[in-house]
């Protein structure tokens, strides 16, 4: 069990584009989701707190505007990277948190990831 | 200072050998602890979650969590070249309700 999907793998797309990424928890109901993005080399930055039915929580320096985030059902959460550009190029990554008994310690489970190369 | 720290490394290994992994974070509220796998290119993998403190074993991991000092550990023992891969540390903060903190991740290189 614990299997979380994304689509798509991987993306190239011209700047000013727009590109929406799905993140989706394939066995269980997922509460919450999480929204990271990690540069070469780097460790993973929590990008924003995904809700079912609520706004997202978004993190300090992220804009809104640009990540817009949709948690529409209990499996599946979306990230939309607006107007992309070069610098947007990154390795974005999604998890998901169980709910119920079984999250008691808050593990997260993450999906493969999805690559965005911005021209 | 960091929230959770880890050594950068890499950590290198023999194969066969214990890697022995450390990690230290600087909120004493800290509820629950996870080591995750990351291979190059690759996303994270759940490895092993621990709470209390003592240890923890899973196969050839074992972590390890001591409160007072604040540090959590993972050793792989008998390890393989296919356990070569970044490891990440990561905290629940209670303040930060259900977010994860994740240290900069430690490099480890098993070499055959």
């Known amino acids: 069990g614990a299997v979380v999907s994304q689509h798509p793998s991987r993306v190239i797309c011209k700047s000013g584009t727009s590109v929406k990424i799905e993140c989706r928890s394939l066995?269980?109901?997922?509460?919450?989701m999480f929204w990271y993005r990690q540069f070469p080399k780097q460790s993973l930055m929590l990008m924003a707190t995904?809700?079912?039915?609520?706004?997202?929580?978004?993190e300090q320096g992220v804009e809104k505007d640009k990540f817009l985030i949709n948690h529409a059902s209990l499996t599946l959460s979306t990230l939309t990277v607006t107007s992309a550009h070069p610098e947007d190029s990154s390795f974005y990554i999604c998890?998901?948190?169980?709910?119920?008994?079984?999250?008691?310690?808050?593990?997260?489970?993450f999906g493969p990831g999805t690559r965005l190369t911005v021209l | 200072q960091k929230e959770v720290e880890q050594n950068s490394g890499p950590l290198s290994v023999p194969e066969g050998a214990i890697a022995s992994l450390n990690c230290t974070y600087s909120?004493?509220?800290?509820?629950?602890f996870f080591w995750y796998r990351q291979y190059s290119g690759k996303s994270p993998e759940l490895i092993m979650f621990?709470?209390?403190?003592g240890d923890k074993e899973d196969g050839r991991f074992t972590a390890q969590l001591n409160k007072a000092s604040q540090y959590v550990s993972l050793l792989i023992r008998d390890s393989q070249p296919s356990d070569s891969a970044t490891y990440l540390c990561?905290?629940?903060?209670?303040?930060?309700?259900?977010?994860?903190?994740f240290g900069g991740g430690t490099r480890v290189l098993v070499k055959p």
């Open positions: 990561a905290v629940n903060l209670p303040a930060a309700g259900n977010k994860l903190t």
């Open positions: 909120d004493r509220g800290s509820q629950s």
């Open positions: 998890s998901a948190k169980r709910g119920g008994q079984t999250s008691s310690y808050n593990e997260q489970f």
């Open positions: 066995d269980f109901q997922a509460t919450t």
């Open positions: 995904s809700n079912e039915g609520s706004k997202a929580t978004y």
């Open positions: 621990i709470y209390s403190n």
